[in-house]
């Protein structure tokens, strides 16, 4: 029962370009999402969260977006940088605080 | 100013014996949370405490597993006669008290390998 699914396990970008990274839900319910980021070895950084009553968050190089009719969240970092390289979590909260994450996706940004 | 702090970053245990990991959460953080993550997954809910007092335990396994928060000292993750499907990273959050409870600030994980 996967409720929040990534379902690209990997993208590669080139450096100065934009990258995407997707994520879908299943529970309406949920009324927070976040993106972590995270190095092998290390705990998940957090990157930027979105209330489920907006539909655009915007910090620096990321952005998220919301369109919960398609359930369906983004993360666009731009301009792209070798530095990001890393896991990208996508995070759902459901009741009690808890965090429903996904699979991760590998994102790869080549200089 | 410190984050979240585990320890240890990796432990070794034989199939029945036991694993005690600790959390030591941010300053000032009264809640705490649990998540595990196998290897090609993301992490997955186990337990979420406040001090004394367990919030949630729905991710927990019924049994060999079990989770504190006392009122001094870190939290403790403890996993009796482990068996080799307990290896994982485990990873403990924090979160500021009285806050939205959102951001969910994560320690560095222990690495639990059991042979």
């Known amino acids: 029962d996967q409720q929040v699914k990534q379902n690209s396990p990997s993208l590669s970008v080139q450096e100065g370009r934009i990258s995407i990274l997707n994520c879908d839900y299943t529970?309406?319910?949920?009324?927070?999402f976040l993106w972590y980021k995270k190095y092998p070895a290390e705990g998940p950084t957090f990157l930027i969260s979105?209330?489920?009553?907006?539909d655009k968050n915007e910090d620096g190089r990321f952005t998220v977006f919301l369109n919960k009719s398609a359930k369906h969240l983004s993360l666009h970092i731009v301009p792209s940088q070798p530095g990001d390289s890393a896991v990208y979590f996508c995070?759902?909260?459901?009741?009690?605080?808890?965090?429903?994450f996904g699979a991760g996706t590998i994102l790869r940004v080549k200089s | 100013n410190a984050g979240v702090m585990q320890n240890p970053r990796h432990l070794v245990r034989r199939r029945g014996q036991e694993a005690r990991l600790r959390c030591s959460p941010v300053k000032g953080h009264s809640h705490v949370y649990w998540y595990r993550q196998l290897p090609e997954e993301g992490l997955k809910f186990m337990v979420y405490l406040q001090k004394e007092n367990i919030i949630d335990e729905s991710g927990m396994p019924k049994e060999r597993f079990s989770a504190e928060f006392p009122k001094e000292g870190p939290s403790i993750l403890r996993i009796q006669q482990v068996v080799r499907g307990d290896s994982a990273a485990y990873f403990c959050?924090?979160?500021?008290?009285?806050?939205?409870?959102?951001?969910?600030?994560f320690g560095p994980g222990t690495r639990l390998t059991v042979l």
């Open positions: 959050a924090s979160s500021p008290a009285g806050g939205a409870g959102n951001e969910q600030f």
């Open positions: 995070a759902a909260r459901s009741y009690g605080n808890k965090l429903v």
């Open positions: 979105i209330s489920s009553i907006k």
């Open positions: 529970n309406s319910m949920f009324d927070y």
